[in-house]
Structure formats: C-alpha cells, structure tokens
C-alpha cells in the first residue's frame, strides 16, 4: 500500500464529524426535516453538513432556529 492510500485512508476515518449532522443524528431527524423544521433551504442545510458553507459564520436566526429544532445550544453547532 502506498504511502498516499494509506494517507486517503487515514483522512476519511479520522474526518471530524459535523455538529450539526451529530445533533441531527441524535435526535433521529434527516437533513430534509431538519430544514424544514427550520425554515431553511435543503441546500444550505447540506451546505452547513458538508463544511463547503462555515455554520459559524450564519445569521443568528439561523442558528437559533437549528438549535431549537435540534433541542440543543447554538453554541453546540458551531464548536
């Protein structure tokens, strides 16, 4: 096995998981309730999930509006 493999490897099993996918996770609700829930698009949604758009960076309301649907804290979403 080369040392680039083993290192594809290493990243895919070491990859932080998202708090906003965990939270979802935790209460059994997939990303498409979840922004429904929230009033926010699907797209976001994946967007927050996948790391391609910082949660941190979101507008309050956003991240309340998570947090309440996901009964935990908006600072849980973006440790």
């Given at each position: 096995m080369?040392?680039?493999?083993?290192m594809?490897?290493?990243?895919?099993?070491?990859?932080?998981?998202?708090?906003?996918?965990?939270?979802?996770?935790?209460?059994?609700?997939?990303q498409?309730?979840?922004?429904?829930?929230s009033?926010?698009?699907?797209?976001?949604m994946?967007?927050?999930?996948?790391?391609?758009?910082?949660?941190?960076?979101a507008?309050?309301?956003?991240?309340?509006?998570?947090?309440?649907?996901?009964?935990?804290?908006?600072?849980e979403?973006?440790k």
């Amino acid at each position: 096995m080369d040392i680039m493999h083993s290192m594809d490897l290493m990243a895919k099993y070491l990859k932080p998981v998202c708090p906003l996918k965990e939270m979802c996770q935790k209460c059994g609700i997939s990303q498409t309730q979840s922004a429904n829930l929230s009033n926010l698009p699907l797209r976001t949604m994946k967007a927050y999930e996948q790391g391609t758009v910082d949660i941190a960076k979101a507008q309050a309301e956003t991240l309340y509006a998570l947090a309440k649907t996901l009964n935990g804290t908006m600072e849980e979403l973006i440790k």
